[in-house]
T-cell receptor
Framework: KNQVEQSPQSLIILEGKNCTLQ??????????LRWYKQDTGRGPVSLTI?????NTKSNGRYTATLDADTKQSSLHITASQLSDSASYIC?????????????FGAGTRLAVHP | ETGVTQTPRHLVMGMTNKKSLKCEQH?????MYWYKQSAKKPLELMFV???????ENNSVPSRFSPECPNSSHLFLHLHTLQPEDSALYLC????????????????FGPGTRLTVT
């Protein structure tokens, strides 16, 4: 069964600290993996997208890694800011029935405190 | 803003009411989607439209009825809902539906927070 598991479920860190969020997936065949940021009361917004041939992608203070062999991805946030408080959702695209399907993780809720 | 708007942003309705959610995209996309997001659960894909034609219905109860009059607008008509239908309903659009190995970015609206009493 295609699944995306994220950990931790929630995380609290102090402003300025770094953190790493994890994503494990069992989606096969695999097309690409995305990380989305969802602010409270808003829709998800894409941060990074990686195909199976890419193992790292950066977007400002956000760096995503992908290990297609172990089917694991991580999102590293550097020098956290209060505005980083949000849910971070890992989304894996797999091929099913002739077209790509997005499999969503439940997200990690990050709270950055001053 | 992502170019996808949703109205209303909040909706409270009784189980016997009939209401509609509206989504509009200003991106010139051909594909539109409805998702349900419940607390601490992954997004659940409900419906997919491509060029106003429904291409996917993920076993959604008939009390949810989608309508896509043109490629820029998508509605979700609601009737006789249950309290467990309370959730955030997200609309998204993409340039095309994803086919084969080609995956198109989906742009999400802000969602409608629905509470069924």
């Amino acid at each position: 069964k295609n699944q995306v598991e994220q950990s931790p479920q929630s995380l609290i860190i102090l402003e300025g600290k770094n953190c790493t969020l994890q994503c494990n997936y069992t989606v096969s065949p695999f097309s690409n993996l995305r990380w989305y940021k969802q602010d409270t009361g808003r829709g998800p917004v894409s941060l990074t997208i990686m195909t199976f041939s890419e193992n790292t992608k950066s977007n400002g203070r956000y760096t995503a890694t992908l290990d297609a062999d172990t089917k694991q991805s991580s999102l590293h946030i550097t020098a956290s800011q209060l505005s980083d408080s949000a849910s971070y959702i890992c989304v894996v695209s797999g091929i099913s029935g002739g077209y790509n399907k997005l499999i969503f993780g439940a997200g990690t809720r990050l709270a950055v405190h001053p | 803003e992502t170019g996808v708007t949703q109205t209303p942003r909040h909706l409270v309705m009784g189980m016997t009411n009939k209401k509609s959610l509206k989504c509009e995209q200003h991106l010139g996309h051909n594909a539109m989607y409805w998702y349900k997001q419940s607390a601490k659960k992954p997004l659940e894909l409900m419906f997919v439209y491509s060029l106003e034609e429904r291409v996917e219905n993920n076993s959604v109860p008939s009390r949810f009825s989608p309508e896509c009059p043109n490629s820029s607008h998508l509605f979700l008509h609601l009737h006789t809902l249950q309290p467990e239908d309370s959730a955030l309903y997200l609309c998204a659009s993409s340039q095309e539906i994803t086919t084969g190995t080609r995956s198109y970015e989906q742009y999400f609206g802000p969602g409608t927070r629905l509470t069924v009493t």
